[in-house]
């Protein structure tokens, strides 16, 4: 089984393409396992010549699980919301330090950066703290931690904090409902969405790993200043029906990274619905094109 060893954890990895080839690191989002990276996804982006590295992030899939931390995620959310300290497991600079030890466990020095929703944030938080491991970031359905933007809907919120129960078809059923909430209405399809769920289950059930995931993004609070910073060529893409984070997180996210190019989706929400696949492809396959380029002048 494919590990790399951090000071923290163990990270679960799979790999598609040529090593020789431009590293791609896709970084998965809150509660999501590397599977929600289709395998035909991930072929089709190594066919543009590129090695293309999926990973659990802690708390998720197959890479180690938190299971002594203490941590009630009601009181950590209030707390969050009042602006206070909270004292949680891991923050958001951890899960970019598992991205870098992936990367050094490798033998990768750069790499393209894809980031869906938390994923995003990780990859913004590596970004501006290690710019010299980044080539390029693409931040997707992802925002800044300010609290004025990408705020949820009153539904999508519900759907967020409702533990799923521990019944595999009630639980299967749960996450369809969620993702019918936030993935959009143009591209929604249940039974995609249900067999989805039913190999999350399968692999790894993880409620308690997904509120601690939650909690490391309330613990980092407003991110701006160090969005700011970023450096690294970046492509932000993001949902006009994104209702799980709202589309103005992405015009946010766009508009403190200097020479950012920002790609609102019309038919998108919180998902990489199939019949986006294409699109997506190829603006990543020229955002890694634009970026090397750069980075050989």
């Known amino acids: 089984m494919p590990i790399a060893v951090t000071p923290q954890s163990e990270i679960y990895y799979e790999t598609t393409g040529d090593p020789t080839d431009p590293a791609v690191v896709l970084i998965m989002g809150l509660g999501g396992q590397l599977i929600a990276w289709d395998d035909e996804?991930?072929?089709?982006?190594a066919a543009r010549n590129l090695f293309v590295i999926r990973f659990d992030n802690?708390?998720?899939g197959l890479s180690t699980s938190f299971d002594?931390?203490?941590?009630?995620?009601?009181?950590?959310?209030?707390?969050?919301?009042?602006?206070?300290?909270?004292?949680?497991?891991y923050s958001l600079y951890d899960m970019a330090g598992d991205t870098a030890a992936l990367m050094d466990h490798l033998d990768i020095d750069r790499a393209h950066l894809v980031g869906v929703s938390m994923g995003g944030m990780i990859a913004q938080t590596l970004a501006a703290e290690s710019p010299e491991r980044v080539t390029s970031l693409t931040s997707?359905?992802?925002?800044?931690?300010d609290r004025t933007v990408g705020q949820p809907s009153?539904?999508?919120?519900?759907?967020?904090?409702?533990r799923p129960p521990?019944?595999?078809?009630?639980?299967?059923?749960a996450s369809v409902r969620a993702q019918k909430v936030i993935g959009g209405e143009t591209h929604f399809d249940e039974e995609r969405a249900r067999q989805n769920a039913a190999a999350a289950f399968d692999r790894a059930f993880n409620p308690e790993g997904t509120g601690r995931q939650l909690a490391a993004i309330y613990s980092a609070g407003n991110r701006a200043a160090q969005v700011g910073r970023i450096a690294a060529p970046t492509l932000v893409i993001h949902g006009e029906q994104d209702s799980l984070i709202h589309v103005s997180g992405g015009h946010h996210t766009a508009e403190l990274i200097p020479d950012a190019?920002?790609?609102?989706?019309?038919?998108m929400g919180h998902d990489l619905p199939p019949p986006l696949w294409g699109r997506l492809i190829d603006e990543l396959a020229a955002h890694f094109r634009e970026a090397e380029a750069r980075m050989a002048r």
Do not use: K, N, W, Y
């Open 41 to 45: 996804f991930c072929g089709l982006l």
């Open 154 to 162: 009153a539904e999508a919120l519900a759907a967020l904090f409702d």
């Open 140 to 145: 997707i359905m992802s925002s800044t931690g």
């Open 58 to 60: 802690r708390d998720a």
């Open 68 to 89: 002594d931390a203490d941590l009630d995620l009601s009181v950590a959310f209030a707390a969050a919301m009042a602006g206070q300290p909270i004292d949680v497991p």
């Open 166 to 173: 521990d019944d595999r078809a009630a639980a299967i059923e």
């Open 261 to 267: 190019r920002l790609l609102i989706l019309d038919e």
